[in-house]
Structure formats: C-alpha cells, structure tokens
Nanobody
Framework: QVQVVDSGGDSVQAGGSLRLSCVIS????????MGWFRQVPAKEREGVAT????????YYADSVRGRFTISHDATKNILYLQMSGLTPEDTAMYYC???????????????????WGQGTQVTVSS
C-alpha cells in the first residue's frame, strides 16, 4: 500500500524559510518523477517543482525558481522542498505527489500523478 505523508508547513513572516518533507512508502521512487504542488481556495492546484528520484535534475514553476529547491533522499525515500524568500503569495496548501506517468514536459499536470499526500499548510504574513 502506497503512503505519502507530507509535513513541515507553518506560519512564517515574509522573507522567511521553511522546509517541507514528504515520506513515501510502499512505492519505489527510484527514477520515478515526484513533485510538489500547491493550492489556494477556489484556484487550480499548481505545480511548484519536480524531480526524478535519484537524480538532481529539477524543474520549477517560474514563480518559485531561484527561491525554492526540491531534493530527494533516495536512502530514506523522502522528498523535500526547501523554500526561502517566502512572500504572502506563497501562502497555500502544499501537496507532495508521486506515481507520475507521462512526458517530462507535462510535470505540472496534476492528473499525471497517482499518489498524493494529505497536504501541509504554509502561511506567509507580510
């Protein structure tokens, strides 16, 4: 049984940093694509960052590039999202996703991911 548990969300002030973690079990993430998404009420869930398990090649949404870093600890099967320079616009529920199928160019499409975490809330105040 696949389990995806994300955590690390918190309330921080603008300019602050957070690290989100996602523990994945029951699923071999080696050479499989994983990602972080975020969603605010009444808006579509949007892709934030993606990486292939065991690699360092990552893609980012334009809105977070240069501020966020995605990484994967293959030995522990944990996906991370290091966030810095946070702004109120980063306030959202953040979700970890794995079980991707499709081309790398479609990494932002939520329907291409089979397994999701429950979400962790990030709130940034000005």
């Amino acid at each position: 049984q696949v389990q995806v548990v994300d955590s690390g969300g918190d309330s921080v002030q603008a300019g602050g940093s957070l690290r989100l973690s996602c523990v994945i079990s029951g699923f071999n993430t080696n050479v499989r694509r994983m990602g972080w998404f975020r969603q605010v009420p009444a808006k579509e869930r949007e892709g934030v960052a993606t990486i292939v398990g065991g690699s360092s090649v990552a893609y980012y949404a334009d809105s977070v590039r240069g501020r966020f870093t995605i990484s994967h600890d293959a030995t522990k099967n944990i996906l991370y999202l290091q966030m810095s320079g946070l702004t109120p616009e980063d306030t959202a529920m953040y979700y970890c996703a794995t079980g991707f199928s499709g081309s790398s160019s479609s990494w932002m499409k939520r329907l291409n991911y089979a397994h999701w975490g429950q979400g962790t809330q990030v709130t940034v105040s000005s």
